[in-house]
């Protein structure tokens, strides 16, 4: 059994389109996050939410719409996409007690053309 | 705020070489620690971990790091390097305590193992 699944693995879509990702994860943990990762390979945080409940919301365009329909599922919607929107996107869990670290999702290849 | 920095955004070693792939860190509080590996088209995957028991921590694969408060460093290291560590490798800082919100990473290290 996958603990983080992401889908779809590979997405390529063009400019102006809506578009989503699907994390779910079966590990019981009460946060998850998204994290972006650029051609360089760094990592930033998009949103965390915590049962739901949305704790951080960095500063990504209100284009990208997260939703939590439960605490094993959180959801990235992005509306108009743009060129620079191309990434790979990370879905991860973790317990509250954040001294057990994250569990990745495999990620998603967003290309824009 | 929390922070950390890996130096060397590329390290490249012979195979039976030592490996040596430096973090420091910045945080207000006793932070937690993290290093992961994340393998070509694969998700970032937890090497080890400091939550302040141990000083020396040892993970999979062989790999340890040493946390030095003194030096405010979390130094990962394997004695001889192996063709199937080369990945890129990410040093996280966490605050301690629940609902802490977000694990800060670093920009990474790619670690190249040459036959």
């Known amino acids: 059994d996958t603990a983080v699944s992401q889908t779809p693995k590979y997405l390529v879509t063009q400019m102006g389109n809506d578009k989503s990702i699907k994390c779910e994860q079966n590990l019981g943990h009460d946060t998850m996050y998204w994290y972006k990762q650029d051609s360089k390979k760094f990592l930033k945080i998009m949103f965390s939410y915590n049962n739901k409940e949305l704790i951080i919301n960095e500063t990504v365009p209100n284009r990208f719409s997260p939703k939590s329909p439960d605490k094993a599922h959180l959801n990235l919607h992005i509306n108009s996409l743009e060129l620079g929107d191309s990434a790979v996107y990370f879905c991860a869990s973790s317990q509250e007690d954040k001294r057990y670290g994250y569990t990745f999702g495999s990620g998603t290849r967003l290309t824009v053309v | 705020a929390q922070s950390v920095t890996q130096l060397g955004s590329h390290v490249s070693v012979s195979e039976g070489a030592l490996v040596l792939l430096r973090c420091n860190y910045s945080?207000?509080?006793?932070?937690?620690l993290f290093w992961y590996v994340q393998y070509p088209n694969q998700g970032l995957q937890l090497l080890l971990k400091?939550?302040?028991?141990?000083?020396l921590v040892k993970g999979i694969n062989g790999f340890e790091a040493e946390f030095k408060k003194s030096e405010t460093s979390f130094h990962l290291t394997k004695p001889s390097a192996h063709m199937s560590d080369a990945a890129e490798y990410f040093c996280?800082?966490?605050?301690?305590?629940?609902?802490?919100?977000?694990?800060?990473f670093g920009d990474g290290t790619t670690l190249t193992v040459k036959p």
């Open positions: 945080s207000s509080v006793p932070p937690y």
């Open positions: 400091y939550t302040s028991a141990a000083t």
């Open positions: 996280a800082v966490s605050d301690r305590g629940t609902n802490a919100g977000k694990s800060t």
